[in-house]
């Protein structure tokens, strides 16, 4: 699904490394992000069902042919929500529209270098109703990450930092 002729730019080659080993808010946040696939906007909707399948994709990032400097993302529970419809008729009613209907178009986009401590902060300033929302570190390479990971990340750095403070006393 990867969009080789309508988004080079978000096709770069995949990234292999896993997150950081150490606990620290102030890593940048490419290292702790995964891949993306990437879609394009006029896709029917049914048709990423298939990317949804596995438990590691938590977003699918949709870029239009008309604009591929814009992106936007369709997260699990935006897919979900939007198949089950009102009544139970989520699937037929998408069944003949594009996935461009249903993405987020305005999601939060942060480059690779910024402190994962920025990211989390930028994340709950947004609506409630986004703030857990994946967000897209656009680089060489584009990748995902999950609100909640960050936020876990720094929560547990605080603890860390404050056992250690305990210790010492």
Not at 4 to 30: K, M, Q, W, Y
Not at 99 to 104: F, K, L, P, S, T
């Amino acid at each position: 699904m990867i969009l080789e002729t309508i988004a080079p730019h978000l096709s770069r080659p995949r990234r292999n490394e896993h997150g950081p080993a150490v606990l620290d808010p102030f890593i940048p946040v490419a290292r702790l992000g995964r891949d993306i696939e990437v879609v394009d906007a006029s896709l029917p909707c049914p048709q990423i069902a298939p990317a949804f399948s596995g438990d590691h994709v938590t977003s699918v990032a949709v870029v239009d042919a008309a604009r591929p400097d814009r992106v936007g993302i369709i997260p699990r529970e935006r897919f979900q929500v939007a198949s089950a419809g009102t009544l139970g008729y989520g699937q037929a009613l998408l069944s003949r529209r594009p996935v461009r209907d249903i993405a987020d178009w305005d999601p939060l986009c942060v480059a690779p270098r910024t402190p994962v401590v920025d990211v989390v902060r930028a994340a709950m300033a947004r609506p409630v109703r986004h703030r857990l929302d994946d967000v897209l570190i656009a680089g060489h390479v584009w990748g995902v990450v999950s609100t909640t990971d960050l936020v876990r990340i720094v929560a547990e750095s605080v603890v860390a930092l404050d056992q250690r403070e305990t210790r010492r006393d």
